[in-house]
């Protein structure tokens, strides 16, 4: 893990930091996260994060349910 920065946004308190070497698709890139704790392991247990569309750098993105499916220009 890269560099770490304390934020406060309100009543959250946040913490960036700089992740190395992410990759989506075949490029490769240093990614600027904010982590905050997360809800009781009970509620979406099966999600470990979320990806901003801004990470992805596209004009727009499409989520089709039924198809499952994900794209983005």
Same mark, same amino acid.
């Given at each position: ?5 304390? %934020?406060? *946004? ?11 070497? +992410?990759? +989506? ?7 600027? +996260? %904010? ?11 099966? %999600? ?18 039924? *198809? ?6």
């Amino acid at each position: 893990m890269g560099l770490s920065t304390r %934020v406060e *946004l309100g009543r959250l308190h946040l913490e960036q930091v700089e992740l190395p070497h +992410v990759q +989506v698709g075949s490029a490769a890139q240093t990614a600027k +996260v %904010v982590l905050m704790d997360g809800p009781d392991s009970n509620i979406l247990p099966d %999600v470990d994060g979320y990806l901003g569309p801004s990470f992805l750098c596209k004009k727009w993105v499409e989520f089709n349910m039924e *198809l499952r499916s994900l794209r983005w220009q």
